[in-house]
């Protein structure tokens, strides 16, 4: 599975955004989807993850009520869309695709592909 993520950009804060992660290969829909984020000089951290048929999600508590994860398996996409943004939302912003784990998959470790950054950059 290749990942190709997209939707980054410079907001104000309070501001919205919508990332998109679309994955190429007709198993898409297999795969629980995941999204990360790194900030210079910080660990990737978990961000939020909707399991294989959508019917599940799992967001961090610094994100939970401000972000929601969404796919569409006919599209073999999967989107973030981040509202109330702040600036300590500040990240390359990761999507990955998980096989085999049990849920909620939540440690970068269990994922088996990436795909590429995109940056969100959030202004005071």
């Known amino acids: 599975v290749q990942l190709q993520a997209s939707g980054g950009g410079l907001v104000q804060a309070g501001g919205s955004l919508r990332l998109s992660c679309a994955a190429s290969?007709?198993?898409?829909?297999?795969?629980?989807m995941g999204w990360f984020r790194q900030a210079p000089g910080k660990e990737r951290e978990f961000v939020a993850v909707i399991s294989w048929s959508g019917g599940s999600t799992y967001y961090a508590d610094s994100v939970k009520g401000r972000f929601t994860i969404s796919r569409d398996n006919a599209k073999n996409t999967v989107y973030l869309r981040m509202n109330t943004l702040k600036p300590e939302d500040t990240a390359a912003y990761y999507c990955?695709?998980?096989?085999?784990?049990?849920?909620?998959?939540?440690?970068?470790?269990?994922?088996?592909?990436w795909g590429q950054g995109t940056q969100v950059t959030v202004s005071s």
């Open positions: 990955a695709a998980d096989a085999t784990s049990g849920w909620p998959v939540i440690r970068s470790y269990e994922y088996d592909y």
């Open positions: 290969g007709r198993t898409f829909s297999r795969y629980n």
